[in-house]
């Protein structure tokens, strides 16, 4: 109140008169339109809830807006949004007002309160305004605010806001920020459009990293780049080709090439002397263990202890020994693991894993057709390897080769959206002869190539498949993949799925608030959609006499709708701590693993203690849940207290073969990679949702939802469709010619900058170091150096740098 004259101090007595001659008694002038200002500054404080000030102002002589000073256009800001609502009930014009928003909205953006004028558009519903307003100065700050208050609007406002900063971006040429919106809206003509704006190759080498990490499938045409020769370098980067070279990059300069050995991660020393290593548990189990850990261990590393050994003589003999340390299905799994330490580098995958294809032990072909498929997971290629290795064997006779086969189709082509798949594995599904199993694959092999497709085709064979299952099929676990699978095709697509739910309310009732439950949860996938939240939270409540199979997916539900933003992902947490203790058995027994979905591959210490507790819970599935989960959290962080907690409970449960399975599995997790890789969904600041990555998490999670009868019994293997969430969480930093280039950057806690006043630090608690680095979960980087130019605004997985032109070196 210091910039209001002293004289309307002594005024606010008379208001009152000063109204009534205003009214009555003046005759139309340039005082009365004076008059009329003063009246309209003197309602801001006087007037209650009449919108006076608003009304005066219209009446008013329209002088410069600003010069009454900030908190009038505030106040004038807050009384137009009210009676927009109130003319757009009466249908009264608006247009004398919407002048008043022009000059309200010029006044913020010249006065850097973007975000007061983006709030001011979007209550009048006229936010196309804000493009004429931005400029050069101030155009980052708006979209930042129009961006991240996009996931508290409801639908279609949402959307309309991000479509504003997308256009907003693209005016003024800030080509990579307009990319990471056009994925977020996952508009492919958006993509296009960044690709063909753009002139500068860098750049868009900078797009196709982005677009690679992101695992959508993207063939580049001759709009969006001229030149063949740029072209298939582009498309090289799409495919993903340079990622085991960058990993191994990251891996030397980490110093971890040193392959390990399961018995490195149990660390059976550090643990009391209690029946060290469980003497008695049958040793198939814990060999089975010790592959999956072996495999996450060394993933993408190529070089192992127990598959990649070497042969000591050339007859080959001891080569495939450890193979036959495994039974029957096994033997599956460790063919398999195979590809996963050789995971993304196909040429010498392929070759190592062909010796195992002409084997006459049937598992270990299947297991050497899913390494196939692991090996070549989010790489793609021009001749399509695994696609003519595969195809051949999903039609076998051997239900565990045509398992392995189809499978690893899924896991080398999921989000392709694939022509060549569709009918031969729409076919298996409308065979009446095929088993169970193989149609419970085939559907989700179908539901990850076409990931959030939405394809009418491909969820009308999964419905037929689903409707024709007998009684006695439906109660086995594995048919509850069949919804999965549906669900996948909708995966985040929201509305999209309305009519496959309909469909869906007249299977048997055995199933059909299960599939109903599902498609609900993955179609509202990573949208934050608060009102769904309630919805499954509606059906957590239910107190039902017998257990009722859709309890499961709804707990899922919550953790998959939440996990969007970091607001809705605490209270989510603590809903599920509500569910804990007032819901039946059947909710408690999932909400281990939705937690370990919303914190997937960061350790928040209140998680890690709800964990540890039910880790140890009188209910043997609660407890196995919890111990996976703690795996989950934990995924490639090496982190020293999970791995401690595991190390006790793999003695506490040494007589439990399943839990101790769990434990084994939980420890592998943990250290994924050797704590290079992380398994969350998410990147490019938390803001992109890869649906390849989430798919693969949903599959693995909705088969724990019945852990006797998939992972611990002959269907370990599900547990591979993690390899499709794995990514490298690095920073590597690259020149011009894509080599790597080591810079000092800064890590530190990331921070939420959005609509502060002036230029505030994006990080807090930072430490300098060289690239390659690592970065954890809520990490941010920034280049600690004015010498190159990134070209990417995020600095995650590859970032290609450019030399500053104006850098001079310190004298």
Same mark, same amino acid.
């Given at each position: ?122 209550? *009048? /519903? #006229?936010? +196309? ?8 100065? @101030?155009? &980052?700050?708006?979209?930042? %605010? =129009? !961006? ?9 406002d949402d959307i309309l806001a991000l479509d504003i900063a997308y ?58 780049? *001229? /030149? #063949?020769? +740029? ?8 495919? @993903?080709? &340079?990622?085991?070279?960058? %990993? =191994? !990059? ?99 995958? =392929? ?112 419905i037929f498949a689903l409707m024709d299952r007998s009684e006695a ?105 509500h569910l804990l203790q007032y819901g039946e058995q059947n909710i ?224």
């Amino acid at each position: 109140m210091t910039s209001v004259p002293k004289p309307l101090k002594f005024l606010r007595p008379h208001y009152s008169p000063l109204k009534a001659y205003f009214d009555i008694f003046m005759e139309d002038s340039d005082v009365k339109k004076k008059l009329a200002d003063i009246l309209s500054v003197l309602a801001m404080t006087m007037a209650t809830g009449e919108r006076e000030s608003l009304k005066y102002r219209l009446l008013g002589s329209a002088e410069e807006i600003g010069s009454w000073g900030h908190e009038y256009v505030r106040n004038l800001a807050g009384e137009i949004s009210q009676e927009f609502a109130r003319r757009q009930f009466d249908d009264t014009p608006l247009d004398d007002m919407m002048d008043l928003v022009q000059q309200i909205v010029a006044f913020h953006m010249k006065h850097n309160a973007e975000p007061e004028a983006v709030d001011l558009l979007m209550e *009048v /519903e #006229d936010l +196309d305004l804000l493009i004429e307003h931005v400029d050069e100065t @101030n155009y &980052k700050r708006a979209c930042l %605010y =129009l !961006t991240s208050s996009s996931s508290y609007l409801p639908g279609p406002d949402d959307i309309l806001a991000l479509d504003i900063a997308y256009s907003i971006y693209m005016n003024f040429k800030d080509y990579t920020s307009a990319l990471r919106l056009a994925l977020f809206l996952d508009n492919i003509q958006h993509v296009k459009r960044v690709f063909t704006s753009c002139e500068d190759l860098l750049q868009k080498k900078q797009f196709c990293y982005i677009i690679a990490r992101h695992g959508m499938v993207l063939e580049l045409d001759d709009e969006m780049a *001229v /030149e #063949d020769e +740029d072209r298939e370098a582009l498309q090289d980067i799409i495919n @993903n080709v &340079k990622l085991s070279e960058g %990993y =191994l !990059t990251l891996a030397r300069d980490v110093e971890v090439m040193e392959p390990k050995s399961p018995e490195d991660i149990y660390k059976v020393h550090l643990i009391d002397g209690r029946a060290t290593a469980g003497a008695g548990v049958d040793s198939a189990r814990q060999n089975l263990a010790a592959t999956f850990v072996n495999a996450f261990v060394n993933a993408g590393f190529g070089q192992d202890k127990l598959m990649t050994i070497p042969s000591e003589s050339s007859s080959g003999s001891s080569t495939g020994g450890w193979i036959f340390k495994n039974k029957e299905h096994g033997k599956a799994s460790a063919a398999a693991s195979l590809g996963m330490i050789l995971l993304w580098d196909v040429d010498s995958g =392929l070759s190592q894993i062909d010796k195992y294809l002409h084997s006459n032990d049937n598992h270990i072909v299947a297991g050497a057709l899913l390494g196939v498929g692991i090996v070549s997971c989010g790489i793609k290629n021009d001749c399509d390897p695994a696609l003519a290795l595969l195809i051949e064997f999903i039609n076998k006779d051997d239900t565990t080769i045509r398992i392995g086969a189809i499978m690893g189709l899924g896991l080398a082509y999921a989000g392709s959206q694939k022509e060549e798949l569709k009918v031969p594995l729409s076919q298996i599904l409308g065979d009446a002869k095929t088993p169970l199993e193989v149609l419970a694959f085939t559907a989700i092999s179908l539901g990850l190539v076409y990931v959030g497709s939405c394809n009418e085709e491909v969820a009308q064979s999964i419905i037929f498949a689903l409707m024709d299952r007998s009684e006695a099929e439906l109660n086995d676990s594995l048919t509850r993949l069949l919804p999965v699978a549906l669900g996948l095709l909708f995966l985040g697509k929201q509305e999209s799925v309305e009519a496959t739910a309909e469909v869906s309310k007249t299977f048997n009732e055995k199933i059909r608030k299960f599939c109903d439950v599902t498609l609900l949860s993955l179609a509202y996938a990573g949208t934050g959609n608060v009102l769904k939240v309630q919805k499954l939270l509606g059906y957590c409540a239910q107190h039902l006499e017998k257990n009722e199979l859709h309890q499961g997916p709804a707990v899922l539900g919550i953790a998959l709708v939440a996990m969007a933003e970091d607001l809705g992902l605490d209270m989510a947490v603590r809903s599920l701590e509500h569910l804990l203790q007032y819901g039946e058995q059947n909710i408690r027994r999932v909400v281990p693993l939705a937690l370990g979905l919303l914190c997937i591959s960061n350790p928040k210490v209140n998680v890690m203690d709800t964990l540890s507790r039910l880790s140890h819970d009188t209910d043997g599935e609660v407890s196995m849940a919890a111990i996976i989960s703690l795996g989950l959290i934990g995924a490639g962080t090496n982190n020293a207290r999970i791995a401690g907690m595991l190390r006790n409970l793999s003695s506490y449960y040494y007589k439990e073969a399943g839990h101790l399975f769990c434990v084994r599995i939980a420890q592998g997790l943990v250290h994924l990679g050797k704590g290079l890789l992380t398994l969350s969904p998410y990147h490019s600041d938390r803001f992109l949702l890869s649906p390849t990555a989430l798919a693969g998490l949903t599959t693995v999670l909705f088969a724990c939802l019945d852990m006797k009868n998939t992972i611990l019994g002959k269907y370990h293997y599900l547990l591979y469709f993690i390899t499709l969430a794995m990514q490298p969480r690095m920073l590597l930093t690259v020149d011009e010619n894509q080599k790597p280039l080591s810079v000092p950057v800064r890590v530190g806690q990331a921070v939420d900058v959005v609509g502060q006043a002036g230029r505030p630090k994006t990080i807090t608690g930072f430490q300098t170091h060289t690239t390659p680095v690592l970065l954890a979960a809520g990490d941010r980087a920034e280049l600690a150096t004015e010498k190159y130019i990134p070209l990417s605004p995020v600095l995650e997985g590859f970032v290609i740098l450019r030399e500053n032109p104006d850098y001079e070196e310190e004298k």
